[in-house]
């Protein structure tokens, strides 16, 4: 058993109620260790240390905080495998995946917020003919909240608090209760890189005590949130009230939209990758595929060969392209949408079975799933599944698939394969998304906003926007 702690004031502690939750590995199905259910008494403690850590390190050079978050990406680094199997084993992942996207990606959180920090600059404003100059101070906010999801569990986490603690502020952050290894991990190379104790502060818990004690806090006062919309759309209505700042990065419903003119092979390539990795579980999936009518048939039979071809299998495997879903709930509500596919007559043209892995069978696989749909309507196609499914529909013109994928309540991310330049400017115009990749899925630069409009979430988070999220902006104005 591997039992989990908070991190408060750089130290590691039990809950203080003394009140636990199991720990499942989603590759076995069996209770692995146990973590804290924090309550209001724990969140308190960490704000505490939060709040005293913050006169010094909110005064700290750029330069020093810079030195100490590069320092925790090269840690990371240095524990690569360690972290990778770590999260393997909580979320299901295989570690082929945790190895090159979500640890990396995590390390390069920081040192790319580290860096930032030290070109971030604020405005300043001559106001001619009166006299007078206007700057713009760019001020830490205090202590701020940062809550994070299961399916990218570091990646995720860090991608809140790098920026946080690069601005000056320090954080009371949770990950979620699913996923909690890698951000306990955390707090050591946090130790080990020099990290001031309570500049950040990890409590563990369950979203409805541990998550609404952070939300309600009165005095912390941002809250940077990724998670489900319905999530979302609840904290929105306890902070709003009292005033906090507010990011909210919240769940899609992607468009892939396949064009007769596209790079074939290419996107063939890529859609296998933006239906299924991470077994389907990225917000970023393209999760309803529109093919032209003109080659529709040819990538249908492809595209199923192709997934055919995907060995769903323990997540140590070398040769596993589709892990373990992340938990026992999670799994039941993504056959629950399977079955509701089969009442909306849609057709199952490969997948759509539970897997047994041998000597792994209270584990919980998936077949990946793709479903023919006759209809952009039906529920497979406007409502997040976040698992191994995806639709497939054949259109006509530009104008019915631009339609088809804005109806939708979601508005996060959105993939065109096409070589046709004026239809590219045409389209990404007019697509209702935060982010839309052009032959391509899923290629980041950190320096690009990231955020979705529409019930996909508020505010961006991203390169500087993150830095403007987590600073609070203050206008002085000097009569010479
Ligand atoms: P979730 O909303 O259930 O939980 C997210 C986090 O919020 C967890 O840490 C949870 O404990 C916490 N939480 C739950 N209730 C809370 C409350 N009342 N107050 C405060 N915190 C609370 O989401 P999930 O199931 O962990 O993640 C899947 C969802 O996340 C999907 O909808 C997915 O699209 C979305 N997501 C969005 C992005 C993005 O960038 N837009 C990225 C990844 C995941």
Redesign the pocket.
């Known amino acids: 058993m591997l039992n989990i702690q908070n991190y408060i004031n750089g130290t590691f502690q039990d809950p203080i109620k003394d009140n636990w939750i199991d720990n499942y590995n989603p590759s076995n199905g069996e209770v692995y260790g146990q973590i804290p259910n924090s309550h209001i008494e724990d969140v308190e403690q960490a704000y505490q240390g939060a709040k005293s850590a913050f006169k010094l390190w909110s005064k700290t050079t750029l330069e020093e905080r810079s030195r100490i978050l590069i320092k925790i990406s090269e840690l990371l680094e240095e524990n690569l495998q360690r972290f990778a199997e770590a999260e393997s084993k909580d979320n299901g992942k295989p570690v082929s995946l945790a190895k090159s996207i979500d640890i990396p990606r995590a390390a390069s959180n920081f040192r790319f917020f580290g860096n930032a920090i030290t070109q971030f600059a604020s405005e300043s404003h001559e106001s001619v003919g009166q006299s007078a100059i206007n700057y713009t101070l760019r001020q830490p906010i205090g202590v701020v909240g940062c ?6 569990p570091l990646y ?1 986490f860090t991608w809140k608090i790098a920026p946080a603690l690069a601005a000056g502020n320090c954080v009371v952050a ?5 996923t909690p290894m890698t951000a306990f991990l955390l707090g050591e190379i946090c130790n080990e890189a020099g990290l001031p104790k309570g500049v950040l502060n990890i409590v563990h818990g ?3 005590s541990t ?2 004690a ?2 309600e806090h009165p005095d912390i006062k941002a809250i940077s ?5 319905a ?1 979302g759309a ?2 929105a209505k306890v902070a709003a009230p009292m005033f906090k700042k507010l990011s909210l ?4 419903k992607n468009p892939n939209i396949i064009f007769a003119d596209c790079d074939y092979d290419d996107m063939l390539n890529t859609t296998v990758r933006s239906s299924f990795a991470n077994q389907g579980q ?2 970023l999936c393209g999760s309803r595929i529109f093919v032209e009518k003109s080659i529709y048939d040819k990538f249908k039979t492809d595209f199923v060969n192709k997934i055919k071809a995907l060995n769903v299998g323990h997540p140590s495997n070398a040769d596993t392209n589709i892990g373990a879903l992340v938990s026992k709930p999670h799994l039941e509500k993504v056959k629950a949408y399977i079955n509701i596919a089969q009442g909306e007559n849609g057709t199952i043209l490969c997948g759509g079975n539970e897997v047994t892995v041998h000597g792994y069978e209270n584990g919980y696989y998936l077949e990946p799933t793709v479903i023919e749909v006759p209809t952009d309507e039906c529920r497979v196609n406007q409502e ?1 599944i ?1 698992g191994p499914v995806v639709t497939i529909m054949p259109f006509e013109s530009e104008e019915d698939v631009l339609k088809m994928a804005n109806k939708v309540k979601y508005g ?1 991310s959105a993939t065109l394969w096409t070589n046709n330049l004026n239809r590219t400017m045409r389209m990404s115009n007019q697509l209702q998304a935060g982010i839309v990749w052009v032959n391509t899925w899923m290629m980041r630069d950190l320096r690009t906003p ?3 409009v529409k019930a ?2 508020v505010g961006r988070e991203g390169g500087f926007e993150a830095l403007r999220f987590f600073t609070e902006p203050k206008n002085v104005c000097i009569k010479y």
């Open positions: 809550i994070s999801p299961w399916n990218l995720l949770k990950p979620s209760e699913v369950l979203g409805t998550g609404q952070i939300v949130f990724t998670g489900g919309t999530t609840h904290i990065e919240l769940g899609g990225i917000c997040e976040f996060l990231f955020g979705g996909s979430g």
